[in-house]
C-alpha cells in the first residue's frame, strides 16, 4: 500500500464557504498594533508643550491673549481669591491646599467605607503622581524667550498647578466611587475642572496650553492606574444614563463659558472657554472608555 502525498489529498470546505474560494485570514484576526492611552496623551502632552511653548508662532499666539487691562475685567474675579480679602473658589489661591488635602481625605474615606483597596491605591496614586510629574515638568521643561516678550511673560507657568488639582482629585473620586453613582462623580468632576481652567485664565494666571498639560498628565496618570489594576477591580466602561452625558457636557460648556468670560474681549473670552472646555471632554472621553485589558471579553466590575 503506497503512501499518498498529503498535499495531493483533497480538502474538505467549510460548509458555510463558497466553493472555489480560499481562507484566507479575516482583518478583524490580523494583529493590530494600538498605542497604549497613557503613552497617546503623554505624546499629546509634549505636543502641546513643544507647539505652544517652543516655537515663536505659540508664544506670540498665547501671549496675544494677555492684555493690559490685568484680571479685573473677569466676570469670575470677585470668586478668584485675587480681589482684596475675598474668598477664593477652591482650588485658586490660599484654598489650593486645603482643597487638596480634604480631597485626598475624602479618597481614603470612601475607600475605607467601600473596602476598595486596589482602587484607592490607585486613586491616592493618580493625584500624587499627577501633582508630582506636573512640578517635574516645570522643572526640565524651560520656557525659552523666543520673542523678547515682557518680563511677566516669561515665567515658566506650564503645565498649571491650579489645574492639576481638580484634574486629579476628580479622576481619583471617579476611580474609588461605586458603579452607581460614578457616572454622577464624573460628571461634577469635569464641570468642576472646566470652571477652574476657565478661572485661572480669565485671571491672567494660565494660558490655554498650560490647562491642556496639567489635564493631560492628570488623564495619563488615570488611565496608566487603571492598565495596572487588577481586572477584577479595573472599572469597566462606564454606562451612563441617556441623558447624562449631553447634560454634563453642556453644564460643562455653560461653566466654561462663565468661568472664562472677560468684559474686555469677547475673543479672549471664547478661547479660554474653548480651552476649557476641551480639558472637560478630555476627562469624560478618559472615564468613560474601559482599561485595554476589560475591552476584550472580561466582564467589568460591578
Known amino acids: 500500500m503506497t503512501q499518498q502525498d498529503p498535499s495531493t489529498l483533497p480538502t474538505h470546505p467549510d460548509p458555510g464557504q463558497d466553493p472555489g474560494t480560499t481562507t484566507e485570514p479575516s482583518p478583524a484576526r490580523a494583529v493590530r498594533l494600538r498605542v497604549p492611552a497613557p503613552l497617546c496623551l503623554v505624546g499629546l502632552f509634549l505636543v502641546v508643550y513643544l507647539i505652544a511653548v517652543c516655537t515663536p508662532f505659540g508664544q506670540r499666539a498665547e501671549n496675544a491673549l494677555f492684555s493690559e487691562n490685568g ?3 473677569a466676570w469670575i474675579y470677585d470668586w478668584s481669591g485675587a480681589a482684596y480679602q475675598s474668598s477664593a473658589l477652591p482650588p485658586l489661591e490660599h484654598t489650593a491646599m486645603p482643597t487638596l488635602l480634604v480631597g485626598i481625605a475624602v479618597v481614603a474615606a470612601v475607600t475605607l467605607v467601600r473596602r476598595c483597596w486596589w482602587q484607592g491605591c490607585a486613586a491616592t496614586g493618580i493625584v500624587v503622581v499627577t501633582l508630582g510629574s506636573k512640578e517635574l515638568a516645570r522643572m526640565i521643561l ?3 524667550d523666543l520673542v523678547d516678550a515682557h518680563a511677566s511673560l516669561i515665567e515658566t507657568s506650564f503645565p498649571s498647578g491650579h489645574v492639576a488639582i481638580p484634574a486629579g482629585l476628580a479622576l481619583g473620586a471617579t476611580l474609588v466611587a461605586s458603579p452607581r453613582i460614578r457616572p454622577y462623580v464624573t460628571a461634577a468632576g469635569m464641570l468642576w475642572l472646566a470652571v477652574t481652567a476657565g478661572a485661572v485664565q480669565a485671571t491672567y494666571h494660565h494660558r490655554p496650553s498650560d490647562v491642556l498639560g496639567s489635564t493631560l498628565l492628570a488623564c ?18 462606564t454606562r451612563h444614563p441617556r441623558a447624562l452625558p449631553a447634560v ?6 455653560v461653566g466654561a463659558l462663565l468661568a472664562g468670560a472677560r468684559d474686555d474681549s469677547v475673543t479672549q473670552s471664547l478661547v479660554f472657554a474653548a480651552a476649557a472646555f476641551l480639558c472637560a471632554v478630555l476627562f469624560w472621553f478618559t472615564t468613560a472608555r474601559g482599561p485595554a485589558h476589560t475591552a476584550h471579553g472580561t466582564r467589568p466590575h460591578r
Open 248 to 253: 454634563a457636557l453642556a453644564l460643562s460648556a
Open 71 to 73: 484680571a479685573n475685567p
Open 142 to 144: 524651560p520656557r525659552p
Open 220 to 237: 495619563a496618570c488615570y488611565s496608566l492606574a487603571t492598565r495596572l489594576l487588577p481586572t477584577a477591580d479595573a472599572p469597566g466602561a
